[in-house]
């Protein structure tokens, strides 16, 4: 089945997609850029830049740190951060409802390798 990627490009000239947003889900599930990072399979440098990449779009922040102590520190989404997300996903569920038909119907014109056709 073919599956639909959204990319959005915001004014002026920000863009959002499924990498930033699973980043922002995974800071959400592990409490931690660092971890985060970590199970998506970058460095925690190149996590931190996409989330400072977003906090620019925005304006404010998506991710509030704590810093680290006794305890250690951690990361939490913003109320924006969890908008942000929410929001996208949204996004992706109606373009994918709404591209539905189109993207079978594309589908159906691949010529499947002979291996592949029963």
Not at 73 to 95: C, H, K, S, Y
């Amino acid at each position: 089945m073919p599956s639909l990627s959204l990319r959005i490009n915001l004014d002026p000239g920000g863009r959002i997609g499924p990498g930033k947003v699973e980043l922002l889900e995974q800071i959400a599930a592990r409490g931690s850029i660092a971890a985060a990072g970590r199970s998506m399979g970058m460095s925690y440098r190149r996590a931190w830049e996409l989330v400072e990449e977003l906090n620019g779009v925005f304006g404010k922040a998506v991710v509030a740190r704590q810093t680290g102590g006794r305890h250690g520190g951690g990361a939490t989404l913003t109320p924006l951060g969890l908008a942000l997300v929410a929001r996208f996903r949204a996004v992706e569920r109606a373009a994918a409802q709404a591209a539905e038909m189109h993207l079978e119907a594309l589908q159906s014109e691949v010529d499947l390798p002979a291996e592949c056709q029963g």
